[in-house]
């Protein structure tokens, strides 16, 4: 089993990377639950706005030179309004928020503590730029959705041992096309948080 470098990845490295990383975001997300049909050239356009951030993070997981995994994040404040308003309409400070946008690896280099290692830098980053909590939404699916799998095991027991819990309703809605939609929806996301 090779060993995997995780760090994290700024200035002439992102900028280099972000091709690479936006076909490993396309991958992921297209498998369940998010079943998403990606656009590699939106995907870099996304990674190199929020790397563009000094107080953003992104780290890379490489097996060698291949990046593998990507996770991302940055002070809630810095994002897109659409992330910011089911805070704001609770009365939630987002200045006090940091938001980890994705984690993604790719499925073969799973259990393998990756993922603890992408929460471990970004809460991290959280901590050093005074951030009190720490937030990410999934996606919610139906039980009975015709492409969940079977065997499909929900990463909730992975989030909760991190310390994360589901914040009884609060979600917010994007909009993405699915595998096989012939234009966007929006699905329901439910946000997570930690007290750091």
């Not at 929020?50 to 995994?69: H, M, N, P, Q, T």
């Not at 959280?126 to 492409?147: E, N, Q, S």
């Not at 917010?172 to 948080?193: C, L, R, V």
Request: overall charge negative.
């Amino acid at each position: 089993m090779t060993q995997i470098a995780i760090h994290p990845l700024a200035g002439d490295a992102l900028r280099a990377a972000i091709p690479d990383l936006a076909r490993l975001r396309c991958a992921v997300f297209a498998e369940w639950p998010y079943l998403y049909h990606g656009d590699p050239n939106a995907e870099s356009d996304y990674l190199r706005d929020f790397g563009a951030s000094e107080k953003a993070v992104l780290i890379g997981a490489y097996d060698g030179e291949r990046i593998v995994g990507v996770a991302t994040a940055s002070p809630m404040v810095e994002q897109k309004e659409t992330y910011r308003q089911a805070f704001e309409a609770r009365g939630i400070d987002t200045a006090s928020l940091f938001y980890f946008g994705e984690s993604v690896l790719l499925p073969e280099y799973r259990g393998r503590g990756i993922g603890h290692a992408f929460f471990d830098h970004r809460e991290e980053q959280a901590r050093r730029l005074g951030a009190k909590a720490a937030t990410f939404c999934g996606v919610i699916r139906p039980l009975d959705h015709p492409a969940r799998p079977a065997d499909f095991q929900p990463l909730d027991p992975f989030w909760r041992k991190r310390g994360y819990e589901p914040v009884e309703g609060l979600i917010t809605n994007f909009a993405w096309k699915d595998h096989g939609e012939t234009e966007p929806s929006e699905k329901p996301m439910q946000y997570w948080i930690k007290t750091l």
